[in-house]
């Protein structure tokens, strides 16, 4: 992690595997103190937590160590935070890609019950705009931490995974360079955290990781005394999806009486349609859906039936 304020250096934190942890615990001692104004870059993991390679297999998913899944570095104390405050994080720059992976990991994503079998899908990100997905498919590259937020006022260790009103792991992937996050601050200090970088995902993470990526990540932080907000919000400087809108979309459509069942029924016809247009397998498809499509709420008012749709980029496909 580095560390800057005006004209002093950066503060960056290199030793990711000394200042990382795995849950969200106010009585962690804090690895670094930071003023509001001050810029840092942190050193980040990606999820397996080193766990996976570049050469990794289906046996290697099969086998991942849960309690070393998604770490965080940090945390950071925010000097003069206190509950009741505000604290934005300006997501400044991401460095150092080198690779990512995707997986279907056996009991987890959406989709759980249709896809049993682990399968694991590695890429090459040195082009840094750019990644191939299959021959003919190349996904945007628009890094971001699934990860961030700051400690819960609740003593005790709460697990990574949910998200909470504190932010954690959102998987929000409009929070590229260039956003603000606003979180509330809960605790002295606010003991902010971040990990999970990914290097792209769709709205929705459907099935369970995006392309997970290690990278340096850069974030400012700026403190709004005496400004409460109960949870997470956050400012784009532009519009969150241009390449992936250039070319329009091909969308299919689920409905229920509950969001989850309405998108795992648009994610199903969504497979479907990928497996028969582009002859991927299911589990491709799947993945794809994971990394590329985005889920939107269409309609959420004409009870008992709401209906979600998927938006497949066309830009994606280069063949």
Not at 77 to 97: R, S
Not at 234 to 243: A, I, N, R
Request: glycine share 8%; charged share 20%; aromatic share 8%.
């Amino acid at each position: 992690m580095t560390i800057h304020h005006h004209n002093q250096p950066y503060l960056t934190i290199h030793d990711f595997h000394s200042h990382k942890h795995y849950g969200w615990d106010n009585s962690l001692q804090p690895i670094a103190e930071v003023e509001s104004g001050q810029t840092v870059s942190y050193e980040v993991v990606e999820s397996s937590s080193g766990q996976f390679t570049k050469q990794s297999t289906k046996e290697d998913v099969v086998n991942i160590d849960f309690e070393r899944v998604n770490p965080v570095v940090g945390p950071v104390y925010i000097k003069d935070a206190k509950p009741g405050d505000t604290l934005e994080v300006e997501i400044i720059d991401f460095k150092q890609l080198d690779w990512g992976w995707t997986a279907i990991i056996p009991g987890f994503g959406l989709l759980a019950d249709d896809f049993p079998d682990a399968a694991i899908k590695t890429y090459d990100l040195a082009n840094r705009d750019r990644a191939e997905f299959l021959h003919g498919i190349d996904l945007f590259l628009k890094p971001f931490p699934g990860t961030i937020g700051v400690a819960l006022s609740e003593p005790g260790n709460h697990g990574i995974l949910p998200p909470r009103h504190n932010g954690g792991n959102m998987d929000t992937r409009h929070l590229i360079s260039g956003a603000k996050l606003y979180l509330p601050v809960l605790v002295d200090g606010a003991l902010f955290s971040i990990g999970d970088t990914h290097a792209a995902q769709g709205d929705g993470e459907v099935c369970g990781s995006a392309v997970e990526a290690s990278m340096e990540a850069t974030v400012r932080f700026k403190l709004h005394k005496g400004k409460t907000i109960q949870e997470p919000r956050y400012e784009l400087p532009g519009p969150p999806t241009p390449e992936a809108d250039s070319m329009g979309y091909f969308v299919t459509t689920g409905n229920g009486t509950d969001l989850l069942a309405a998108s795992k029924s648009a994610i199903r016809y969504m497979i479907e349609h990928i497996v028969q247009t582009y002859g991927m397998t299911e589990q491709e498809a799947y993945m794809l859906c994971s990394v590329a499509v985005d889920l939107r709420i269409s309609e959420i008012v004409n009870q008992p039936n709401l209906v979600v749709s998927a938006f497949l980029p066309k830009s994606i496909f280069t063949k």
